[in-house]
């Protein structure tokens, strides 16, 4: 069964910078190096927001307009993991944040694609 588990999440000041984890389980190494994953966040009563994706070779990526120039994605393979480095954060940037898993093809934003989802990490982002 796999597992993704997001962490890093918490308060901090505008302008200021976090690094988010998602960490994946019930899976070896070379299925996760398969596999796309994205990263996506949801605000209180707003909807499900796309922020990042990556395909398995990490030659494609793609970021939402809002966070472009700010925010970058990376992958460990060895480890199972992805990252999101959150820098020159802004109030409007807090919202529950996701990671998410693609086993057949690079989904990008489109959410209802993906196959499994991480329980989510708070990030509060205070003006």
Known sequence: ???LVESGGGLVQAGGSLRLSCTAS????STFSMYSMGWFRQAP???REFVAAMNWSGRKINYADSVKGRFTVSRDNVKTTVYLQMNS???EDTAVYYCA???TDYS???WKDYDYWGQGTQ???SG
């Open 89 to 91: 954060l802004k109030p």
């Open 26 to 29: 019930g899976l070896s190494r």
């Open 123 to 125: 990030v509060t982002v």
């Open 101 to 103: 898993a693609d086993r």
């Open 108 to 110: 990008g934003s489109a």
């Open 45 to 47: 009563g707003k909807e």
């Open 1 to 3: 069964q796999v597992q």
